[in-house]
């Protein structure tokens, strides 16, 4: 029931942030232009994936949430799925120039959305349908926060199109390593045990919550 | 924990969160972050300007508190935050600084042309030039009577090695505007093809045409300062840094001029001294570098190895800066190159000098450095093309002459080559000794 009311408020904030100026102008990396498509491909899949690993530890953060309230490999992945749906509409909007999101809102809410995720698994015995829409909300802010690291690289002043689309399989490449990561290191063998929820998941999930509250403070007050 | 308790905190949770958003939107949409001017240190702050560029900004960052929106006042702020980095040697903090104010005045107004050229300005200054020409360009379009523009488009194509274009567009802006900044692209423009007396007399009248002490009058004297003593003339040379000291007291590339001409007649003490207060003024990584050659010129290794490490890294962080995001850091790919070659490691030089290669095929020093970093390391029939490549333009510059003499006598042509470090030698007898040494034992001097 509560689930369903944040999922009504979280998309009228959301809106609030789409409320800004149309950019005029993209950031093109010229230098870029000597690349042939396969090139621009590589360098974006691979920026990507180094934008989760390892230079995105509060994306990781935010995985490793998700993984630890279901360590099924299936519903794990459908939720990293619905994030990436989401964080790519956010992107390619941003990259585009229909919306400039400000970094000063974005970044404590990426903060929070993990403190959120990672308290969630602590409060909530079983994934319920709602986490994915919740999920998903989050997914569109994460993508803003991409969308700053890509300006930051720059885009190619001819192949847009493939540097967006090999950035986000770079991404979600990235997601994946993580999750297939923790599950084999952990969840594949333990999560069946009965300990693995307050041994595993409760502290692991205290400490996520822990780090993303001091992010978020930081980057809302610093 | 209880099901009823489990469900209270989950519900605070969601309210706790709802409401923390809504704060960072008001609260992150007000923040302003206006960035600043960083207090000079040493010598700088002592220097003439620097009481007028701080009450500038002071007054610049007022009037933008007034009038958040006020395009022209932002693109003065970033003028000055240009011109600052400039002269503490920060480019990374204030190019990013001067890009983040136009940037937003652009996002307003994409037409506007003085934010158009200080953009591209900025992406010269952070080695991104093609992105500068491109830009340049727009504001070409724009403006075509804009003597500011065609300095752009001069400086762009030099960099990209477009030459003839450059020439084409210093002709322009000296006939719209002959100052300072046209003569000294002139002056540049005939160094690159070999004029060397033109070179010297276009930078002479950008001297006459600027105000004693200014900055950018006293860099002038310091590239008139660099021709004497690339045409043998260090008493001249020497002239023009003593000059250049009196009108404006610590100048540092005065100060490594002084230490460039102490060098060359051995006195590394007195070359030491002079560097070692240059990089007290502003933290240019050129002069850490020539403090690790003098050092162990010096014999004294300990301190070679320590100003070695330091430039490395320094050099290495501001390329892995740029790599992550280019509006901060610059491609360094030359200069690391070049430091690799120093510390005697010329395998990790090749991937820089190719990066760098890549980045600009035709720029006569690119060019130079991949042909003379291929050559140490051991690939003297790779070299050839390219320093063919960077002699086209008839550049007289003694280094290249005489490197390219070694990489051509290596590849069999004895002739030339001899003739290319008799040239070279003759311009510039005094240059390092790792090159005049193996110069020497090719023409049997």
Redesign the interface.
């Known amino acids: 029931m509560k689930t369903n009311i944040s999922c009504r408020r979280l998309p009228l904030l959301l809106l609030c942030l789409f409320i800004a100026a149309v950019a005029q102008a993209h950031t093109i990396n010229y230098d870029l232009a000597k690349l042939s498509q396969s090139g621009v491909a590589w360098t974006y899949l691979q920026q990507g994936f180094l934008h989760i690993l390892p230079l995105g530890l509060d994306h990781i953060l935010f995985v490793l949430s998700l993984f630890l309230l279901s360590s099924k490999l299936s519903t794990v992945i459908w939720q990293a799925t619905a994030f990436t749906v989401a964080h790519s509409i956010t992107l390619g909007l941003a990259v585009y120039g229909v919306i400039e999101p400000l970094p000063a809102v974005i970044e404590p809410i990426i903060a929070l959305s993990i403190f959120f995720v990672a308290l969630e698994n602590i409060l909530v015995q079983q994934l319920k349908p709602g986490r994915i829409a919740i999920i998903f909300l989050f997914g569109l802010v994460h993508g803003m926060g991409f969308a700053g690291a890509l300006t930051a690289v720059g885009l190619p002043p001819a192949d847009y199109f493939t540097a967006l689309l090999t950035f986000n399989i770079g991404v979600e490449l990235g997601q994946l390593a993580v999750i297939l990561s923790a599950y084999l290191l952990v969840g594949r063998w333990f999560s069946e045990k009965s300990w693995y929820r307050n041994i595993v998941v409760n502290p692991s999930s205290a400490f996520i919550a822990f780090v993303a509250l001091f992010w978020t403070i930081e980057r809302t007050f610093f | 924990m209880k099901p009823s308790l489990?469900?209270f905190?989950?519900?605070t949770?969601?309210v706790f969160?709802?409401v923390?958003?809504?704060?960072?939107?008001i609260?992150?949409?007000k923040?302003t972050?206006l960035p600043e001017l960083k207090p000079r240190q040493g010598a700088l702050a002592n220097a003439p300007e620097w009481a007028t560029t701080q009450a500038k900004v002071k007054k610049l960052l007022e009037e933008l508190e007034a009038k958040p929106e006020d395009a022209r006042t932002k693109l003065m702020l970033a003028k000055e935050f240009m011109q600052e980095g400039r002269i503490s040697g920060d480019y990374s903090y204030y190019n990013k600084a001067a890009l983040d104010l136009i940037?937003k005045v652009?996002?307003?107004?994409?037409a506007n042309f003085e934010a158009i050229c200080l953009k591209s300005m900025v992406y010269l200054s952070q080695h991104?030039?093609?992105?500068g020409?491109?830009v340049a360009m727009e504001a070409l379009k724009a403006n075509p009577y804009n003597s500011f523009v065609y300095g752009l488009l001069c400086d762009a194509n030099v960099e990209l090695g477009a030459y003839d274009e450059a020439v084409v567009m210093a002709d322009k802006m000296v006939g719209v505007r002959p100052d300072i900044r046209s003569y000294s692209r002139v002056s540049y423009i005939r160094e690159i093809f070999g004029d060397l007396p033109g070179s010297i007399e276009a930078i002479q009248m950008a001297i006459s045409a600027g105000f004693p002490g200014q900055e950018d009058t006293e860099w002038a004297r310091m590239v008139l300062g660099h021709l004497y003593e690339d045409s043998n003339r260090l008493d001249k040379a020497e002239e023009q840094y003593k000059t250049a000291l009196r009108e404006r007291p610590d100048y540092p590339f005065a100060l490594a001029g002084l230490g460039r001409i102490a060098a060359y007649k051995k006195d590394y003490p007195a070359a030491i001294q002079y560097y070692e207060k240059a990089r007290n003024v502003i933290s240019e990584v050129s002069f850490l570098e020539q403090l690790a050659v003098l050092y162990r010129l010096n014999n004294q290794p300990k301190e070679a190895d320590e100003y070695a490490r330091i430039t490395l890294n320094a050099l290495l962080a501001d390329n892995i800066t740029a790599q992550?995001?280019?509006?901060e850091g610059h491609y360094s790919d030359m200069e690391l190159a070049n430091m690799y070659l120093l510390l005697n490691e010329p395998a990790k030089a090749l991937p820089h000098a190719q990066t760098e290669h890549?980045?600009r095929p035709q720029n006569i020093d690119a060019c130079e450095t991949l042909a003379w970093v291929l050559y140490q390391n051991g690939q003297a029939a790779q070299a050839l093309p390219f320093i063919t490549t960077a002699l086209r333009t008839q550049s007289q510059h003694p280094e290249r002459l005489v490197k390219a003499g070694i990489i051509m006598n290596a590849n069999g042509q004895k002739k030339e080559g001899a003739d290319l470090i008799n040239k070279g030698l003759s311009l510039k007898p005094y240059m390092d000794e790792t090159i005049t040494k193996t110069a020497q034992s090719i023409i049997g001097g």
């Open positions: 489990r469900k905190l989950y519900g949770l969601i969160c709802t923390f958003t809504a704060f960072i939107f609260n992150g949409s923040k972050t940037n652009l996002a307003k107004d994409a991104r030039f093609s992105d020409k491109a992550k995001n280019q509006d890549q980045r």
